[in-house]
C-alpha cells in the first residue's frame, strides 16, 4: 500500500518560514491535499490539488508538488498557525484514500 | 451554506455494531456533485479514511475495514449512514462525515466536514 511520511514536528519563530514536507514514491504525480487541525476541532482543508487555496485560506500558505516530495509553506507565521497538519492522496492502484501521520507545527 | 453534523451512541460494546448518522444541510446529497465521506481519527493519533458513498449507492471503501463495512444514503432525509461490525476498543476514535471529493474525481479533497463525534468501545 501507498505510504506518506511526514516529520512528527516542525517549529518556527512567529514571523519565518514554515515548511512542512510529505514524502511519497512519485507523489509528484498524484494530486495532495492539505488539512489544518487545531485542538478540538475538525480537519479544514487549507491547500486542494497541490497548490490551490479553498476560499478564505490566506495567501501565506501555498503547497507545491514535485517528485518525491509534496511541501506546505506558510510564510510570515502567527501564532494562530499552530496546529496539526495532514497531507492526503488518492492511491488509484488499491482505491484508498491516503494519509500521512501528520505534522505538529509549533510556533516559538 | 452547507452543513454536516454526525449522530449515534457515544458507548459501543466490543463486538457490537458502530452506526452513526450524517444528516446534511443547505445543500442535497442528490446534487450529484459529491461523494459523501467518513473518516475517523482515534485518540492523539492520526487521520484515518472509512469510505465514501454516492447518492446513487456507489461506494468506495478502505480495504482494511471493507469487510465490517456498509453505508447508505437517505435521500429523502438526505442523510447517510455509516455500521460498522464487530467493533473492538480499536474502534474507538471520533468520527467525522465529510463532503467530498467531487463526483468526477476520487483524487479530489474533503472540502467540509463535520464536527465529529466520539464513539468509545467499551464493555
Known amino acids: 500500500s501507498y505510504v506518506l511520511t511526514q516529520p512528527p514536528s516542525v517549529s518556527v519563530a512567529p514571523g519565518q518560514t514554515a515548511r512542512m514536507t510529505c514524502g511519497g514514491n512519485d507523489i509528484g504525480s498524484k494530486s495532495v491535499h492539505w488539512y489544518q487541525q487545531k485542538p478540538g476541532q475538525a480537519p479544514m482543508v487549507v491547500i486542494s490539488y497541490d497548490r490551490d487555496r479553498p476560499s478564505g485560506i490566506p495567501e501565506r500558505i501555498s503547497g507545491s508538488n514535485s517528485g518525491n516530495t509534496a511541501t506546505l509553506t506558510i510564510s510570515r507565521v502567527e501564532a494562530g498557525d499552530e496546529a496539526d497538519y495532514y497531507c492526503?492522496?488518492?492511491?488509484?492502484?488499491?482505491?484508498?484514500?491516503?494519509f500521512g501521520g501528520g505534522t505538529k507545527l509549533t510556533v516559538l | 451554506q452547507v452543513h454536516l453534523q454526525e449522530s449515534g451512541p457515544g458507548l459501543v460494546r466490543p463486538s457490537q455494531t458502530l452506526s452513526l448518522t450524517c444528516s446534511v444541510s443547505g445543500g442535497s446529497i442528490s446534487s450529484g456533485d459529491y461523494y459523501w465521506s467518513w473518516l475517523r481519527q482515534p485518540p492523539g493519533k492520526g487521520l484515518q479514511w472509512i469510505g465514501f458513498i454516492y447518492h446513487s449507492g456507489t461506494t468506495y471503501y478502505n480495504p482494511s475495514l471493507k469487510s465490517r463495512l456498509s453505508t447508505s444514503v437517505d435521500v429523502s432525509s438526505n442523510q447517510f449512514s455509516l455500521k460498522l461490525t464487530s467493533v473492538s476498543a480499536a474502534d474507538t476514535a471520533v468520527y467525522y462525515c465529510a463532503r467530498g471529493p467531487h463526483s468526477w474525481d476520487t483524487n479530489g479533497d474533503f472540502d467540509l466536514w463535520g464536527q465529529g463525534t466520539l464513539v468509545t468501545v467499551s464493555s
Open positions: 492526503h492522496v488518492w492511491d488509484s492502484s488499491s482505491d484508498d484514500v491516503v
